[in-house]
C-alpha cells in the first residue's frame, strides 16, 4: 500500500539556521509530491508540489524541495530560518488515477530566537 | 476571493450525540474532499465529491459518518451517535477541477470536534 514517512515529529532549529525536512514515500510508480504548511488555527497550504521534470523544486517563502526516485525521498530545504516558519509541514502524495492525497504524520518545526 | 470556509471553528459534543460540520467550498471549485486529522497523525481521506456525487466513500471510517453536497457547492458531514475517538480536526479542501492528484487542494481551517 502506498504510505508517506516523515520521520521527524519534531525538529527545533535556531533562527537563521538551514532547515531540512524528510520525507520518503512508498508508491511504485512516478508519485505526485506536494508539501503543505500548517500555523497554528490555519488550514494546509501548499508550499510546492513536483509532478515531474526537474527534480529539483521551488516553492512560497524560499522553500525548494529535491525529488530522489532512487532513495524515494522528497526532502523539504530552507537555507535559513525564520520565525515565522514555525508551524506543521506535512508531505503528501498523490497517485495516478486517484483523486485523494496521501499524507504524512507531519512535522512540528519549532524556531529558537 | 474568499477560500475554503468551515463552521463551525470548534464543536463541544456529549457522547452519543449527532453533529454536523458544513464547508463552503471557493465558488466555482468542482472537486471538494473532507479528510480528518487526528491529534499527532497526518490527515487521512474520509470522502470526495465530484459536483454532487461521491464516486468514493470509501475513507468514511464508520455507517456512522456520513455526507452530502448539495448545489454543487455547501457540502455536510454528519457523524451519529459520536463516539470518543471521533474527536478530531476535520478538514474541507476544494479543487477547481476534477480531483486528480496533480489539481491543488484549498484547504479550510478545519473544524475541532470534541467528543466529552
Known amino acids: 500500500a502506498q504510505s508517506v514517512t516523515q520521520p521527524d515529529i519534531h525538529i527545533t532549529v535556531s533562527e537563521g539556521a538551514s532547515l531540512e525536512l524528510r520525507c520518503n514515500y512508498s508508491?511504485?510508480?512516478?508519485?505526485?509530491l506536494f508539501w503543505y504548511v500548517q500555523s497554528p488555527g490555519q488550514g494546509l497550504q501548499l508550499l510546492l508540489k513536483?509532478?515531474?521534470?526537474?527534480?529539483l523544486v521551488q516553492g512560497i517563502k524560499g522553500f525548494e524541495a529535491e525529488f530522489k526516485r532512487s532513495q524515494s525521498s522528497f526532502n523539504l530545504r530552507k537555507p535559513s530560518v525564520h520565525w515565522s516558519d514555525a508551524a506543521e509541514y506535512f508531505c503528501a502524495v498523490g497517485m495516478d488515477s486517484s483523486y485523494k492525497l496521501i499524507f504524512g504524520s507531519g512535522t512540528r518545526l519549532l524556531v529558537r530566537p | 476571493g474568499a477560500g475554503v470556509s468551515q463552521s463551525p471553528s470548534n464543536k463541544v459534543t456529549e457522547k452519543g450525540k449527532d453533529v454536523e460540520l458544513r464547508c463552503d467550498p471557493i465558488s466555482g471549485h468542482t472537486a471538494l474532499y473532507w479528510y480528518r486529522q487526528s491529534l499527532g497523525q497526518g490527515l487521512e481521506f474520509l470522502i470526495y465529491f465530484q459536483g454532487n456525487s461521491a464516486p468514493d466513500k470509501s475513507g468514511l471510517p464508520s455507517d456512522r459518518f456520513s455526507a452530502e453536497r448539495t448545489g454543487g457547492s455547501v457540502s455536510t458531514l454528519t457523524i451519529q451517535r459520536t463516539q470518543q475517538e471521533d474527536s478530531a480536526v476535520y478538514l474541507c479542501?476544494?479543487?477547481?477541477?476534477?480531483?486528480?492528484?496533480?489539481?491543488?487542494?484549498?484547504f479550510g481551517p478545519g473544524t475541532r470536534l470534541t467528543v466529552l
Open positions: 508508491y511504485g510508480a512516478t508519485p505526485y
Open positions: 479542501a476544494s479543487s477547481p477541477r476534477q480531483g486528480l492528484p496533480y489539481n491543488e487542494q484549498f
Open positions: 513536483y509532478f515531474s521534470g526537474d527534480t
